[in-house]
């Protein structure tokens, strides 16, 4: 099975943390997730978290580390690598893109995680056990 390398986002506004829907339709609709997307070829995690922000939210993220990288296997039968990494955003007004239903800011102990993207799901847990920012 092939493995997609995905950059997330990880948005911070006090104790809350950014997470945007998917559009519905398809095995993964309607999932909260961090925004991001497809590393593509040649680019760093860094690049794509850019690239992604700006076509998903229509602004500009500014990364600053990266926290973690995790692997997950769907059921489905998708595997992905997801590097996550802390940004910042030069707007918090959003144009949603295509590819997001909708967006929310939640502290990460009140998200329910069977609304999450099983691949996130460890991540949004180490942030709240550390109650709010997670460092690596």
Do not use: N
């Not at 997950?72 to 997001?100: K, M, N, P, W």
């Amino acid at each position: 099975m092939k493995r997609v390398r995905v950059a997330a986002a990880v948005v911070w506004d006090g104790p809350r943390l950014l997470m945007t829907q998917r559009p519905p339709g398809g095995a993964l609709g309607l999932q909260w997730e961090f925004p991001g997307g497809k590393i593509e070829p040649g680019e760093t995690p860094e690049q794509a978290v850019v690239r992604e922000v700006r076509e998903e939210l229509a602004v500009t993220a500014t990364p600053s580390e990266r926290l973690d990288t995790v692997t997950h296997d769907y059921a489905h039968g998708l595997s992905v690598e997801i590097v996550f990494v802390r940004c910042t955003l030069d707007s918090l007004q959003f144009t949603l893109g295509r590819e997001v239903h909708a967006v929310r800011w939640q502290p990460p102990a009140e998200t329910t995680l069977d609304d999450v993207l099983e691949a996130d799901r460890d991540f949004l847990r180490g942030a709240t056990i550390h109650g709010g920012r997670r460092d690596p």
